[in-house]
Nanobody, 118 residues
Framework: VQLLESGGDLVQPGGSLRLSCAIS????????MAWFRQAPGKQRELVAS???????EYANSVKGRFTISRDNTKNTLDLQMLSLKPEDTAVYYC?????????????WGQGTQVTVSS
């Protein structure tokens, strides 16, 4: 499974962005996907997750502002971000948990930079 993020940009506080993660490879093997982020000097943290059953979870810091969704026709995982705050500034990574030969693996994208600043 290969992942490629896009959509990161510089945006003013209160603005919005939509990140997209293009998925390729053995897509049928994917069990769950997620968006993580890592700010300078901080650990990588989970932002939002999406399972094959359609259930979603969000970090408390983004609930009500971010929406994760998966488009199976385009093979993408998207993250709609509204009401952005300076503390949302980070590199955002797409993640997939998948199985190969019955064993669990995970894949990461290279990341896309989101900067929220006036």
């Amino acid at each position: 499974v290969q992942l490629l993020e896009s959509g990161g940009d510089l945006v003013q506080p209160g603005g919005s962005l939509r990140l997209s993660c293009a998925i390729s490879g053995n897509i049928a093997s994917i069990a769950a996907m997620a968006w993580f982020r890592q700010a300078p000097g901080k650990q990588r943290e989970l932002v939002a997750s999406f399972t094959n059953s359609g259930s979603t979870e969000y970090a408390n810091s983004v609930k009500g502002r971010f929406t994760i969704s998966r488009d199976n026709t385009k093979n993408t995982l998207d993250l709609q971000m509204l009401s952005l705050k300076p503390e949302d500034t980070a590199v955002y990574y797409c993640n997939a948990d998948f199985f190969r030969g019955g064993l669990p693996y995970e894949s990461w994208g290279q990341g896309t930079q989101v900067t929220v600043s006036s």
